[in-house]
């Protein structure tokens, strides 16, 4: 049966989560926002998701650069500095008593509007601030087996279009592309760019390993990943030969691995691709040294960051 790389065993702790709501911590099934606001409206926001290790949201300035960046980009002013929303993540962590196996989504909208329509001229008040923090680990089997992928017809566009770069509420290409993956049995999507070659997935980044070598796209039509741009520095640090590059599915037939990348999961193997096995199916000696390397890198962070919030 399809899974998705982002599936979790359910845990009864989530059913009283507190969650946070533009300075105030409510009760889960009190976590509300008006039908006007923009993100319901019309998906005018950006967003981040961010993993909670050792107690600590994991390399967390990145994650607050790219959301910045993008806010920036849709003139929308978050009404809140990067140390204030720190200071609200870390609220929101000690209220809810959480520690580790914690995944914590931070939303920002452009706010309520005074009328259904897209011009942000109507928004009437100040942005809107979400954190919902969840007990939530990825199944071990997923990491053990690895995914299937399947190559989809819906295409990363171009960034005039709507730029790939953007983390935004608007996923609609994303979630087509999502559909697809799923009907044909698949974990997940595999999209093109707009010249056929590989880009990304709906929701991960994409890696294949051939001759010693780890390949990912250009990085011209995706987002930019910070789990991504954290495997390609583990690669510098280890010496693995690492390629930013153009390549066709032919290519990723014929790899000897293949993975995928995502502040959820970290580094997931890849077993098949469009009804091609990829190696013999089963997760390989890269993927596994690269799963051990980016697991010293979160501790690295982590450690820094506690030592920052010490001093």
Not at 68 to 79: Q, R, S, T, V
Request: charged fraction near 25%; proline fraction near 5%.
């Amino acid at each position: 049966m399809a899974q998705s790389i982002h599936d979790f065993h359910d845990d009864p702790r989530n059913a009283s989560i507190l969650v946070w709501i533009n300075g105030r911590l409510v009760p889960r099934a009190e976590a509300t926002v008006s039908v006007f606001d923009s993100g319901f409206v019309l998906g005018d926001g950006v967003w981040e998701g961010l993993r909670v290790v050792g107690g600590q949201p994991v390399f967390l300035d990145a994650h607050l650069d790219r959301l910045f960046e993008g806010a920036k980009a849709i003139a929308l002013d978050i009404g809140m500095d990067r140390r204030g929303l720190e200071r609200a993540i870390r609220e929101t962590l000690a209220a809810n008593a959480m520690h580790d196996g914690v995944h914590l989504r931070l939303m920002v909208t452009r706010g309520v509007k005074r009328t259904p329509y897209q011009d942000p001229r109507v928004t009437i008040g100040p942005a809107t601030v979400v954190i919902i923090p969840e007990h939530k680990n990825p199944k071990p089997e997923t990491l053990s087996t690895g995914l299937k992928l399947f190559t989809v017809h819906v295409r990363r566009g171009f960034p005039d279009v709507q730029d790939p770069k953007l983390n935004s509420h608007s996923k609609l290409n994303c979630i087509t592309a999502c559909i697809q993956a799923t009907h044909a049995g698949a974990d997940e999507a595999l999209m093109l760019d707009p010249h056929g070659f590989v880009a990304t997935c709906n929701s991960t980044h994409f890696f294949i390993v051939r001759k010693g070598e780890v390949w990912t796209s250009t990085g011209d039509y995706c987002l930019g990943g910070i789990t991504r741009a954290n495997v390609l520095q583990v690669c510098r640090e280890a010496g693995i030969p690492a390629r930013e590059k153009n390549f066709s599915l032919t290519e990723v037939y014929s790899a000897e691995e293949a993975f995928c990348t995502g502040t959820f999961a970290g580094v997931v193997p890849v077993r098949e691709i469009d009804g091609r096995t990829i190696g013999d199916g089963r997760p390989g000696p890269m993927v596994a040294r690269l799963q051990g390397l980016y697991r010293d890198l979160v501790q690295r962070d982590v450690l820094v960051r506690a030592g920052e919030k010490l001093a």
